[in-house]
């Protein structure tokens, strides 16, 4: 399995999301990238053979060198570059078209909700979702020359999860490709707002089960992640994380080797003997403290896997093409070993 590279770029950011999980370490210029971390980790990476690299924060595009740091992975030969953003910056027509013109292959805007009091409210910002209005306006206008991915994510929270299915609604409105529904977590972080937003499962779940079943009866892609597989039924198959990525990602002072979904995340007392522990994203490290134990039943055995991915297909067949795709990624790595990510030196270099 190839490794990508994400490279953590800066911790300013021109908004305060009440579920973020690196709250706590925002605006901390010490905790900073330097420049020559930056060039260095590109350099290395690409030396070694990794062709994709994700850009994170903070807010990657509030970087003052955002646009050459991807001019410059494009001219190292970097096929593929991500970005996942609040989408404050991409407001003004001229700096889509420098992003996209230096060699973004991929802009995932973080939107939460379908109207502007509840996504506004969520990032501390007001005028945020209008912002996006704009620039989704921008970027598909953009699609029309130049080929990259739109897609976004919304973080599922106490204020926006009564909302999914017009929120996912809006979304294609919008004119995205994906869309990523994720369950906010509370990570190894204690502050109260992310707190106070995380829902217990039990009550997620039907909203989730219902902008599911919209999505899967339209075109286009989507999928969610953050949630038990055992939690969702048959909706289990349009789970993320079936899916192996395995990821450097590179802070100032650390680096750490493995699937950047599984962070923070511990089993609950049915996972140990689920034969999809090793892909499933568990539950949150600090779950149980605030919502207490939640009843989990594990799939027994392959067969439970396959029997699921069956009675989607027999659901959803708008969606089979997805469902097969996630059931092919399943077969593939369903063997592969526990992918918690590990520490690992911090690459240095220059230009």
């Known amino acids: 399995m190839s490794q990508s590279l994400l490279l953590n770029l800066t911790t300013y950011c021109n908004a305060l999301c009440e579920f973020c999980i690196v709250y706590d370490s925002l605006n901390k210029p010490e905790l900073n990238m330097t420049d020559e971390q930056i060039f260095g980790a590109l350099d290395k990476a690409r030396a070694e053979g990794t062709v994709e690299v994700g850009y994170s924060g903070g807010e990657p595009s509030v970087h003052p060198r955002f646009v050459e740091f991807v001019q410059y992975a494009s001219d190292a030969g970097f096929e593929r ?47 945020a979702l209008q912002a996006i209005r704009e620039a989704c306006g ?49 990570g190894d972080l204690r502050h ?13 779940i039907p909203t989730v089960v219902e902008a599911l079943d919209y ?13 038990p597989l055992c939690l969702l039924g048959s909706h289990a198959a349009f789970s993320n994380d079936f899916h192996r990525r395995r990821t450097l990602m590179v802070f100032r002072k650390t680096a750490e ?17 689920c034969q999809v522990r090793n892909l499933c994203t568990r539950l949150d490290g600090a779950y149980e403290e605030y919502h207490g134990r939640p009843e989990l039943v594990a799939f027994e055995s392959h067969e439970d896997v396959e029997a699921m991915f069956q009675s989607a297909i027999d659901q959803y067949p708008i969606a089979s093409t997805i469902i097969r795709y996630t059931r092919d990624a399943y077969k593939r790595n369903r063997d592969a070993v526990d992918p918690k990510p590990v520490s690992v030196p911090v690459p240095v270099g220059t230009t």
């Open 257 to 273: 080797s493995g699937d950047a979904a599984h962070r923070f995340r511990k089993d609950g007392d049915a996972c140990s003997r």
């Open 81 to 127: 570059q991500s970005i996942n953003t609040n989408g404050l910056k991409f407001r003004k027509q001229k700096y889509c078209q420098e992003v996209i013109e230096a060699g973004m292959t991929s802009v995932d805007f973080s939107i939460h909700g379908h109207i502007d009091e509840v996504h506004d409210k969520l990032v501390a910002r007001k005028g």
């Open 215 to 227: 999505m899967a009866k339209r075109p286009g892609g989507f999928h969610v992640t953050h949630i």
């Open 138 to 186: 921008h970027l598909v206008e953009l699609r029309k020359e130049h080929d990259f991915h739109l897609s976004a994510t919304t973080v599922i929270t106490r204020d926006n999860y009564q909302q999914l299915p017009e929120i996912c609604a809006f979304l294609d409105e919008l004119g995205f490709e994906n869309i990523r529904l994720k369950y906010a977590y509370e």
């Open 192 to 204: 109260e707002a992310i707190i106070n937003q995380v829902v217990p499962y039990e009550d997620v």
